[in-house]
């Protein structure tokens, strides 16, 4: 049924409506390479379960996915360990990020979602304890999982990351001290650091997430790439959680599952119908998309397919 | 199409599937009148947009709906002063209760949404604002948008919480402090406790929640209670923050917009096809109805009506 | 030995030195009352424990000593309880007002020490459960320790406070809700909102604090307010508790324990020589007289009497 | 005056006073070398700013000081930058440990003051930038401050610390987040962890500290380590800040500024009269030495010197 739509009629009609007012926000620049990028970009990749692909400007680019990259690494993780990953991360949304720390405090270490970036970098460690070759098993599941062999991480951002990274170096050591991370903390923290360097286009990441919108089964391989059980837990985290301090508006004003990361992207799953990708870097004050926020609302008002 | 569903029958397999591992859980009992309830009553209401009803058991007998009238108090709210609201109270999840007060310290007494207790008071602050009778007119409002004229308070249990309510005492003065209360705090702790002691049955909450799957429209009254925009507005904050520290794992078991009170009741909403209320008064460990998020994610399991 | 020193020769070298720079801060202007004093009052008394009297400017007028009344308050709990006190109100410094709440939330309704609000407030509570007529009886009490039948709340302030004493109202209903306020919370608060309003000038409070100084025994009266142990107590805990965030600066720039109130009044003790009172209402950041601090800080320099 | 008073009579009464109460409390054991220690031991050395000796015991055994250090690195630090050291680190007392992170939050990454973990480690990121051999010329200091050659940081234990210190890792990172940490957090915390490693016995400490008795000059060598102020300052901060979340008891029972470490040792003070030191590694559960503060405390009421 979905595929009667013109989606592609609807992203030109979306885009020729923005006016200088959307044009505003800024680029994340607390990394040099992110600070780089085009500010004019914007790609938006749609693919039905039915496999009818619809695109729009740069969604055959490649950039930053960022924070996006969590859901991929939290599949591999629950593919792995199953229901026992919810011991150690928790399944609940986690009210501002001033209270990150005094929430891991007071729970003992144990993060309360698997998006923020203390529940992103237990996933790490738990993968690290899981696999041989972490960095290397989690691109090849990714790739394997999207079907797109050249999926790659940015050694260079990585690097950066790496650099500024000390909030980050801060958390994992504050969870090790509770216990809850197993492994040395940098080698948690490289693959932590490479999994947010991974660079995909709108397209390629649409790929990678259509699963979600098909019940665990990539559509275009057939290969079950997690149980439905799984992936519908996956989008339930994604709607509870997958945006920062702004879940409750995404939520309202897209209304459906979906990830941002501080590149520009957001990746959002109707299930049963799509996957949409959108980039535009420049970020708004919750460090989302705002241009991307705008795309997905009028998708889904236009298409009337908010979940609400 | 959903009245293809026999529901009924569904509620029936259910119910005959619970065994006595799932008769646990405590009733709330910080109150006496609470504390006296029969905990093996059990009752199971929906009724579609087309107005086909199913029932089961206690469906019919009037309980403590508490905090599932925050939803209806917020309705009111809404329609009176718009998207104005949204500078008293927020519409972002709020982490765990133990952050409450530190998360109002720090945001400078803003409640993170209308459904934590902070929140709901300063929505019964803005009705003592707008209404010349606020108690008399709140549940004139409650009865017009239900279409059910004995819907009352219990002036008992709205006692008993007053005089228990220390916590809300300090909730209110400490917002008060900020400015973000603008009445007596007496008056507006009133109009709250009255609304937390209002007593519904299963089908009367269904009969009041339905406009919330009908697009702000009472099927049966015919009547626009909110409209389109702000229904889907409330939708999207019961799958936010409807179910306290629960709301994600509420999201992945059930997959619906809802909202429970700890007098065992919860109610759901599947936007576009139907309303439902059960009733079970033993709680979880998180103040949610044991059986009652049980029937809930059975029946969504069941008729594979859950969003994600 | 210590009447060998000219403290009132000391005193005028240090007014004299005063330049415009000193001249700074703002009077408290929350409550009506406070605001309307003249900022340029100055008033200095000191009394040595051989009952020499210095005094300058202002000394005789008086003022709204608020917290300066805490310590008096605590002194009868004491002298009533004992030691059994501690169970309900720490005796350890606070760490910023910030913390106050999450800190009281963390350790269960129990107050951190009895100079901050919340415990100020719960020495309150233990004096209405102890005593018949509160209000009066601790009147009486200071009374009797000053030796000065004309000590009286300020009623006018009192109420003043009561109105927009928000703030406190949260404190004590949420200390209620841990159990640990026994009384209502309205007859708690209306003596502590009188104990606030207590007027009493430079002179009068040196002589009702003189007991500090001399192990417990009023030199002037002869008689015994508490016991030597509990005096150490006392001057302890404003050693380490009496100036809210500025306790750690009180420490070295002036080296003696005292206690300050927001109507610009500090007294502080030398154990075993003396006590000193200064009044001056224009308040640093910290809420603690700019000029006062100045005085006092100058007194222990000139004449090396600090403790460290 | 003071060498009037037979203090090895005092603490052999102590001493022999000592029932098997007093045995309680436990080794520190969160590293395997302080694990080792032999609980029984008991040292306690005294030296009067006239020099005359008294010592108990284990007095001239060595042991791991631990935080008693951190007296002495702020000491170098403060000789070095001078009052510019305060606008990286405060000097109010914290509350407690629970809420250290959220206070840096709060505060910008600012430690409330120098004794706790997190103002400690600014100070040694302060020494890392103003010296060239740091770990070399902090050891320097110490020996020429005691005048004993042979004080020397215990390797082992530096490693162990570093090993298990993934809170302190933490607290370095996330105060470099605020900008509060200039030097790589590797090299910062070498010296921290070295600087708690350094092995003195009680008549060593007691030499080191025994300039904050003598207004900043150490009366056996005759050379000024710091000056007068900068000394009052130090006592002051020991005063408010020397005991974790026993400050104010401490206080109360002892009135003496004082630091303690979690190997037993506590360092105490009484400015113009003289330095003790105690030894006895069975801790309370404040962290502090059980018997040494009892030690303390004895001394105190039995010489009458405390400050209150």
Redesign the interface.
């Known amino acids: 049924m979905t595929d009667a739509i013109d989606y592609q009629e609807i992203f030109r009609e979306i885009v020729s409506g923005f006016t200088d007012a959307d044009d505003r926000g800024d680029v994340a620049a607390y990394i040099p390479e992110l600070g780089k990028i085009d500010p004019r970009k914007l790609g938006i990749h749609l693919t039905t379960v039915e496999q009818i692909h619809y695109s729009f400007g740069d969604s055959d680019e490649k950039f930053s996915i960022q924070s996006i990259a969590k859901v991929l690494s939290l599949t591999l993780a629950l593919k792995i360990l199953g229901k026992d990953i919810w011991t150690r991360v ?7 990020a ?2 990150s ?3 891991l ?3 003992k270490g144990i993060p ?2 698997p998006f923020i970036n203390a529940g992103a970098i237990v996933v790490c460690d738990i993968l690290v304890s899981c696999l041989t070759d972490p960095k290397v098993e989690l691109l090849e599941f990714i790739r394997e999982t999207s079907g797109i062999p050249t999926i790659d991480y940015c050694s260079t951002v990585a690097e950066s990351e790496k650099r500024m990274g ?2 980050n ?3 994992v ?2 969870m ?2 509770f216990g809850n991370i197993h492994n040395d ?1 940098d080698l948690v923290l490289d693959l932590y650091f490479h999994l947010c360097s991974i660079e995909m286009s709108c397209k390629e990441i649409v790929q990678a997430f259509l699963f979600l919108a098909a019940d665990g089964i990539n559509p275009v391989t057939k290969t079950t790439v997690i149980n439905s059980q799984r992936s ?2 996956i ?3 994604m ?3 997958g945006f920062y ?5 995404f ?2 004003r897209v ?1 459906l ?1 979906g990830k941002s990361g501080v590149g520009g992207g957001i990746v959002a799953v109707h ?1 049963g119908k799509f996957c949409i990708a959108v980039w535009s870097p420049k970020l708004n004050e919750n460090g989302n998309s705002h241009k991307g926020m705008k795309v997905l609302e009028e998708v889904t008002t236009k298409t009337k397919f ?3």
Do not use: H
């Open positions: 928790g399944v609940e949304p986690s009210g501002s001033f209270n720390l005094v929430q405090e007071y729970e309360r979602n000390f909030r170096i801060a958390l050591n504050f090790k001290d903390a519908k837990r989008n339930s985290l709607q509870m959680c301090d702004e879940a409750g508006e939520a309202f209304g599952p299930p908010s979940i609400f």
